[in-house]
């Protein structure tokens, strides 16, 4: 502390303020060894990396839309659960059990391959051209997905976090004359969010390893990159240790984002 | 006679099996301070909200300025004329102190932003922590924390101000800066409704008290004389206790 101190008034030596997270040598390190890899062993490891390229933008590309879709399903699904309406609540609870119930494998290839096949047979019983031929996309089907499992587990952690914060905040806001749901928004979800950024982080970076789950319903991501890369020059070993290194380097830079938003919202109160 | 501004007639109110209310009735005029005293448990707290119906009753009438609040349509226009203040502050803790004062003016009221901070600043200058405007709650003291509390229930220019035991969660010496502003407030005429066992802020500012026990009123007059000539044997043996 009194070195930093000391440090700031030295000129071109100012430390900042906000710390830097220490953990960050942990991404640098692991970077560095893919880096070196890339560098000193062109063949395979050059290679794999560009072979793997553009599956590693399906990856987060997949991860970024379903996590932003779960967010906000897992927000009105939570908000059907704390419903005074039965019927809301009815719904909202069947679909988190019933998600949470079914391993997402098993989901994801319902999705891809059972759902369209409802679909048309659906077409075929009302004679509506469109739903006869409707073909699934797969990015979409993978997408929804994941979001659908994934929202059911986020709903339950937006519940929780609403129900962590004092009755008498609602109390208050509803005393002052608002709704509702001017309360939800104003007063308890500014609040609620807070509490709830690390579990949400969790989610996101759980989702972006589970994400290597569609490459079986034909979403070339990385993982189904990597396996087509195996299946070509069959050398696994190689392969499979630069994919885990490149889904290492994801999920680090991930968890330190998450911790430097988490601390950055913590200190501007308090 | 001027007309009650709230006015509560045979209000029952139970939790469970307990009754709360067991028949309350009172009027309380335009302008006039009431304080309500009485042994934790008396349903004093449970009235005072069920003037906003923060708590719903089973059975009774309550009107505010005219208005029933048994229908539901109306229940945020009549909480925006009835400012409460609680115990436990419940300022937002996400939130300035000016933000505080200034959210449900611009929610509930539509206030846009420069009228609302102009409203806002008047009030904590009011309450006399203008200073304080961009700090959060967390950093403020109880007896600030409560008069921002104030500032922002006025800020609704409510008609009546309730007050749920205002400085029972403050220490000593911060009881005082809280009751200096509601004594002011007393002064300009604010129809308010109290429940606290501030003695001296009850002989000063209160036009009437009441003694309340087991979901009932036992007895109300004039501070002073309920104070010091209490009729009912239930009144003595309370008020022995706390004096």
Redesign the interface.
């Known amino acids: 502390m009194q070195l930093r101190k000391q440090l700031n008034r030295v000129p071109g030596y100012e430390v900042a303020n906000h710390r830097i997270d220490r953990w960050w040598w942990l991404v640098l390190a692991v970077v560095g060894i893919v880096t070196a890899l890339a560098c000193i062993q062109p063949d395979p490891y050059w290679r794999i990396i560009r072979f793997v390229a553009d599956g590693i933008v399906v990856t987060v590309g997949v991860t970024i839309s379903a996590f932003l879709l779960t967010l906000v399903v897992g927000l009105f699904a939570a908000l059907g659960r704390l419903s005074k309406n039965n019927l809301f609540r009815t719904i909202t609870t069947i679909y988190v059990e019933v998600a949470r119930g079914i391993p997402l494998l098993v989901q994801l290839l319902f999705w891809y391959f059972a759902f369209p096949s409802i679909i048309h047979s659906i077409g075929r019983l009302i004679h509506f051209e469109p739903f006869e031929n409707y073909l699934a996309n797969a990015y979409l089907m993978a997408i929804l997905g994941l979001a659908f499992c994934y929202a059911a587990y986020m709903s339950e952690i937006y519940r929780a976090g609403i129900q962590s914060i004092p009755k008498g905040q609602n109390e208050a806001a509803r005393s002052l004359g608002m709704s509702k749901s001017q309360a939800m928004r104003y007063i308890i979800l500014p609040q609620a969010i807070k509490t709830i950024l690390p579990p949400v982080g969790n989610e996101f970076i759980s989702l972006l390893k589970d994400s290597s789950l569609v490459s079986v319903v034909a979403v070339a991501d990385m993982t189904r990159r990597g396996r087509e890369f195996m299946a070509a020059y069959f050398i696994p070993v190689e392969t499979w240790m630069m994919i885990a290194l490149l889904y290492l380097v994801m999920t680090l830079i991930a968890t330190r984002v998450v911790s430097w938003i988490e601390r950055k919202t913590q200190t501007e109160e308090r | 006679m001027t007309e009650p501004i709230i006015q509560i007639q045979d209000l029952h109110k139970h939790f469970g099996t307990t009754a709360a209310l067991n028949g309350v009735d009172l009027n309380v005029f335009p302008g006039e301070v009431v304080v309500i005293i009485g042994p934790s448990g008396s349903g004093k707290s449970t009235l005072l909200r069920c003037v906003?119906r923060?708590e719903v009753f089973e059975a009774g009438i309550v009107n505010v300025d005219g208005i029933p609040l048994t229908t539901a349509e109306n229940i945020?226009?009549i909480?925006?004329?009835?400012?409460?203040v609680?115990q436990?502050f419940?300022?937002?803790?996400?939130l300035t102190v000016l933000e505080n004062v200034m959210?449900?003016q611009k929610?509930?009221?539509k206030r846009t932003q420069d009228e609302a901070e102009a409203i806002a600043l008047a009030l904590l200058e009011k309450v006399g922590i203008p200073e304080k405007r961009s700090d959060?709650p967390?950093?403020l003291s109880g007896g600030q924390q409560q008069r921002v509390?104030i500032a922002?229930?006025l800020a609704?220019n409510p008609k009546i101000m309730l007050f749920d035991e205002p400085t029972s969660a403050l220490d000593p010496e911060m009881i005082q800066e809280v009751l200096d502003v509601m004594l002011q407030l007393a002064k300009d005429g604010m129809t308010m409704v109290v429940v606290s066992h501030e003695m001296g802020f009850a002989r000063a500012a209160a036009d009437r008290a009441i003694l309340m026990d087991e979901g009932r009123i036992v007895e109300q007059a004039v501070p002073d004389i309920l104070f010091n000539h209490p009729q009912q044997e239930r009144t003595k043996a309370f008020l022995s206790k706390i004096l």
Do not use: D, T
């Open positions: 906003n923060l945020n226009a909480r925006a004329e009835v400012g409460m609680f436990s419940n300022l937002f803790p996400h959210i449900a929610v509930v009221r959060y967390g950093q509390a922002r229930a609704m």
